[in-house]
């Protein structure tokens, strides 16, 4: 089993920074690609950013690209997202997800093994 559990919420004005740890317990995620959700209410979650296993490869959306920076540090079992230049459209609670397969350096929502519970983060003008 893996736990993962992400800080690094909280509420900011438009402009700056936030950035979320996702730490995962329970087993080594070294080898899985990790990504971002997030979710605002009536609104379907939307995929955020993924890394590769090997954290070459990273990919965004495209509401998000240029400004949100996924990494991971695979020796601390963690993975981060720094969030710049945040806008009042980020504000949504977001999502720390592990993907089912190894060796894996993208997915979508339909292949996630385990989803945290999620961090509240709040930009406001």
């Known amino acids: 089993q893996v736990q993962l559990v992400e800080s690094g919420g909280g509420l900011v004005q438009a402009g700056g920074s936030l950035r979320l740890s996702c730490v995962a317990s329970?087993?080594?995620?070294?080898?899985?690609?990790m990504g971002w959700f997030r979710q605002v209410p009536g609104k379907a979650r939307e995929r955020v950013a993924v890394?590769?296993?090997?954290?070459?490869?990273?990919y965004y959306a495209d509401s998000v690209t240029g400004r949100f920076t996924i990494s991971r540090d695979n020796a601390k079992n963690t993975v981060y997202l720094q969030m710049n230049n945040l806008k009042l459209e980020d504000s949504a609670v977001y999502y720390c997800?592990?993907?089912?397969?190894?060796?894996?350096?993208?997915?979508?929502?339909?292949?996630?093994?385990?989803w945290g519970k999620g961090t509240l983060a709040t930009v406001s003008s």
């Open positions: 890394i590769s296993w090997n954290g070459v490869r990273a």
């Open positions: 329970g087993r080594s995620i070294s080898t899985y690609a």
């Open positions: 997800a592990v993907s089912y397969h190894s060796g894996s350096e993208y997915f979508t929502e339909e292949d996630v093994a385990y």
